[in-house]
């Protein structure tokens, strides 16, 4: 089975970098990914790491090392519009997906 | 409007009566995935389809849940006897499956959200 971990909250200043770290434990998976959720409405894919390193979109980074079972999703230059909760999902070998807990990201003025 | 879309978006039902659930993907996705999301919590993997074939189950998911996706088309999900622990937003997602990167790219609705009083 999978089983990941998240901070539960994060907060960050408008216009800085955040880092969101995710723990994992898992018998195997395809890779890991990210996505964001605002209140009230649905997760929206942000990134995914195949392979160890970081990934590299825009104002968002994700990063995976399988050896640490460890990834993290990078937010630069924050934005008010960043607040959310962010998960990060494994696909296992049995092609079903396992979220994390989420992290609430809050960004003040 | 070619994203995914479910229906009803709220549904408030008495315990015991069983209630069904729509989801219709992007045209072009094989994949079709429901979660269970509640407050505060990530979504809870309930089951997948490619095409129309049933190929995930939650071991979680109790045999009052029940889902189809006749011609690998739209989907429903059926609860039988709601009880009051199954209140919850249930969403559905779709994807491609063609080998890539993008098999990892799941394509939520909007959810809905079922009341059982």
């Known amino acids: 089975g999978q089983s990941l971990e998240q901070p539960s909250e994060v907060t960050a200043v408008e216009g800085a970098i955040v880092q969101i770290n995710c723990t994992y434990q898992t018998s195997g998976f395809y890779g890991l990914s990210w996505y964001q959720q605002h209140d009230g409405g649905a997760p929206t894919f942000l990134s995914y790491?195949?392979?160890?390193g970081l990934e590299e979109t825009g104002r968002f980074s994700s990063f995976l090392s399988r050896s640490d079972s460890y990834g993290y999703l990078l937010l630069q230059e924050l934005q008010m519009k960043d607040s959310a909760s962010y998960f990060c999902a494994v696909m296992g070998y049995g092609q079903n997906f396992v979220f994390g807990p989420g992290t609430r990201l809050s960004v003040l003025p | 409007d070619t994203g995914v879309s479910q229906n009803p978006r709220h549904k408030i039902t008495k315990r015991g009566q069983n209630v069904t659930f729509r989801c219709d993907p992007i045209?072009?996705?094989?994949?079709l995935y429901w979660y269970r999301q509640t407050l505060g919590q990530g979504p809870e993997f309930l089951t997948y389809?490619?095409?129309?074939?049933?190929?995930?189950k939650s071991r979680l998911l109790s045999d009052r849940f029940s889902a189809e996706r006749p011609k690998g088309s739209f989907s429903t999900l059926e609860i039988q006897r709601t009880e009051q622990g199954d209140s919850a937003m249930y969403l559905c997602?779709?994807?491609?499956?063609?080998?890539?990167?993008?098999?990892?790219?799941?394509?939520f609705g909007p959810g809905t959200r079922l009341t059982v009083l």
């Open positions: 045209s072009e996705h094989n994949r």
């Open positions: 389809f490619q095409n129309e074939a049933q190929l995930e």
């Open positions: 997602a779709s994807s491609l499956r063609a080998g890539g990167r993008e098999d990892n790219e799941q394509f």
């Open positions: 790491n195949a392979l160890d």
